[in-house]
Nanobody
Framework: QVQLVESGGGLVQAGGSLRLSCAAS????????MGWFRQEPGKEREFVAA????????NYADSVKGRFTISRDNAKNTVYLQMRNLKPEDTAVYSC??????????????????WGQGTQVTVSS
């Protein structure tokens, strides 16, 4: 099992930027695809982005394309989510997740086996 810890959340005004980090430890990080999900109160957790082990493949939800960028530094066992031009509707708890291989179709919560506790992002209007 991979242990995941997110950081970098906070309060930002609409149009601003934040960078989230997710540090992995425990079982080897090698080969794992990493993803970000978010959840608003009273709503289901939704897919945001995912990136393959080598970083050559990535996938984004339509709602964040062109504004969010997922990246990773395998030497640091860390994955990032750079968020730009934030909107109030981006307000949510953001969680990172891991799965053993990349798939363009892997966008469901059940597609990922390891999860962090999440970090709150609040965007004010």
């Amino acid at each position: 099992q991979v242990q995941l810890v997110e950081s970098g959340g906070g309060l930002v005004q609409a149009g601003g930027s934040l960078r989230l980090s997710c540090a992995a430890s425990g079982r080897t990080f090698t080969g794992y695809t990493m993803g970000w999900f978010r959840q608003e109160p009273g709503k289901e957790r939704e897919f945001v982005a995912a990136i393959s082990w080598g970083g050559g493949r990535s996938n984004y939800a339509d709602s964040v394309k062109g504004r969010f960028t997922i990246s990773r530094d395998n030497a640091k066992n860390t994955v990032y989510l750079q968020m730009r031009n934030l909107k109030p509707e981006d307000t949510a708890v953001y969680s990172c997740a891991a799965r053993p291989y990349y798939s363009e179709d892997a966008k469901k919560v059940s597609d990922f086996g390891s999860w962090g506790q999440g970090t709150q992002v609040t965007v004010s209007s």
